[in-house]
């Protein structure tokens, strides 16, 4: 049997495979410049990110968690999508029968795209029996109050915001915009934190389209798939008959190649690197800068 890093094995796969499954993860973002906050130093002011997603959290201190959520919403607004992005797309575009599940939170919209963990660029409001939601909000600022969080710094200095000893205006709840619908929760960053549910929906559509045949393969990308439910979906796929293709930069670690079993495949690498080789028998060789044109007249 082949290795599980060889690059033409691997192709031979892609080329009879139909039906595809991704799962990302923030390592997909991260060489586009946005943080992971997971990890050895993936601290904002001191905080883990665990710490500032939670309802609890939002009911603490509304503007804190705002300032982390404004501050990610303007990072995501100001990258560039990097090659593996561009990867994927182009495989959605040459394979209408591939569905990529994220759990990445700075993603816009597309009809192959599942969000597993919600939008930053979608807001609700904080009273769950309200209902409202924005999908599209892309203000930057949110707010008004939230303008330190939407400074770009020349390079070499640091953001004050991100100077956990730099002290920073409290942002009060008062100056957090109330829901238009219902005049008393707080409207919020439309992801899913810690103890919510994800949407049931959304979940219910991936389902039928697991349901519908068999998987040839599935991806891991950028990801530990440490977080549940979202890990539960390569079990579900090898049940389904896919073979597992592992890339990020940890995947050949010695912890890490126990997950790896006869057939799959694991490349330790940035899939910003590599993705893009590895998907060349169906996408094509993509040119300088990762974005491949579209063949639909008037796309943009």
Not at 138 to 148: E, K, R, S, V
Not at 183 to 212: C, H, I, T, Y
Not at 220 to 238: C, D, E, H, L
Request: charged share 20%.
């Amino acid at each position: 049997m082949a290795p599980h890093n060889d690059v033409e094995a691997f192709h031979e796969v892609l080329r009879s495979s139909k039906r595809i499954l991704a799962l990302c993860g923030a390592g997909l973002s991260a060489s586009s410049g946005l943080p992971t906050f997971r990890g050895a130093g993936g601290l904002w002011r001191n905080y883990e990110a665990t710490q500032l997603a939670t309802m609890n959290a939002f009911r603490t201190d509304p503007g804190l968690v705002w300032l982390f959520y404004g501050y990610r919403r303007h990072m995501s607004l100001g990258a560039e999508p990097n090659p593996a992005h561009h990867a994927l797309a182009a495989l959605a575009r040459e394979n209408k029968d591939f569905i990529c599940l994220t759990q990445n939170v700075d993603n816009h919209p597309s009809d192959q795209l599942r969000t597993l963990h919600g939008s930053l660029f979608d807001i609700k409001c904080s009273n769950n029996a309200c209902g409202w939601i924005q999908h599209g909000n892309y203000d930057d600022p949110f707010c008004p109050a939230l303008a330190p969080a939407s400074v770009d710094m020349p390079p070499g200095e640091k953001l004050p915001l991100l100077d956990p000893y730099h002290r920073i205006k409290h942002v009060t709840e008062d100056e957090i915009p109330k829901c238009p619908s219902c005049n008393k929760g707080l409207q919020r960053p439309g992801v899913v934190w810690f103890g919510e549910s994800l949407d049931e929906m959304m979940l219910a559509g991936v389902d039928v389209w697991m349901k519908q045949g068999k998987l040839d393969l599935m991806f891991v990308i950028g990801t530990s798939a440490q977080v549940w439910p979202a890990a539960g979906y390569i079990s579900r796929a090898k049940a389904l008959g896919a073979r597992i293709v592992t890339v990020n930069p940890d995947a050949e670690n010695e912890d890490e190649m126990f997950k790896v079993k006869p057939g799959d495949f694991a490349f330790g690498k940035d899939a910003a690197e590599y993705l893009p080789l590895l998907l060349e028998p169906v996408i094509g060789k993509l040119p300088e800068g990762g974005k491949k044109p579209s063949k639909d007249k008037g796309s943009q």
